[in-house]
Each structure stands twice: as structure tokens, then as C-alpha cells.
């Protein structure tokens, strides 16, 4: 298992999208540790599949699917408050646990 969150220089929703994601996989039961990777250029944006910062991946797939075009760019979560620079806790654990189904 391979938690990755992919981030660009100086995204503000940075720190907070660790703790997030430390905290989601802790309540899901996974002892793994987020590597956080920092996308800076359009070419490693789609090496590495990325539509904005901040982006949760497990085990190489990205947890929340997106249409848009790989781009050094933030990213918005829809929540049940509007749109945000992250998603709900309870978002995230449900995208963990669906790649473990």
C-alpha cells in the first residue's frame, strides 16, 4: 500500500491535506505512512496523472476520479458546505475503503 499526496509548491491546503489523509487511513485501520510529492512541472502533471493540488492517491490511482486535464493547478472538493480546497474526512475514508472492496 502506497498512500501519495501529490501537492505544487506552496499550496496552501498542503498541511492540513496530510493530516487529513494520516487521519483517514489511521480511522480506516492502515499503519502506512503519506509520501507527499511535489508536481512543479506540466510534464511530471501528467507523468504522474495529476489534476491539482492537493491530490490523494492510493496505491498509484488517484481516490477522487477527475475529467480535467492534467495541470500544475488547485483543486477543488465538493463538500456539503460548497466547494473546498479539500475533501470531507468522511469523503476521503470513503474513497479509501472503496479501493480496498
Not at 6 to 25: H, Q, Y
Not at 44 to 52: I, N, T
Not at 71 to 90: E, H, I, K, M
Amino acid at each position: 500500500m502506497e498512500p501519495v499526496l501529490l501537492v505544487i509548491p506552496g499550496c496552501p491546503n498542503s498541511a492540513t491535506a496530510k493530516e487529513l489523509f494520516d487521519t483517514a487511513l489511521r480511522l480506516e485501520g492502515i499503519e502506512h505512512t503519506v509520501r507527499v510529492r511535489e508536481i512543479s512541472t506540466e510534464d511530471e502533471a501528467a507523468l504522474h496523472d495529476f489534476h491539482g493540488s492537493p491530490s490523494f492517491s492510493f496505491n498509484g490511482a488517484d481516490l477522487f476520479e477527475s475529467d480535467a486535464e492534467p495541470a500544475v493547478a488547485c483543486r477543488v472538493y465538493g463538500t456539503p458546505d460548497g466547494f473546498a480546497g479539500q475533501p470531507t474526512l468522511d469523503a476521503l475514508r470513503q474513497a479509501i475503503r472503496a479501493t480496498r472492496s
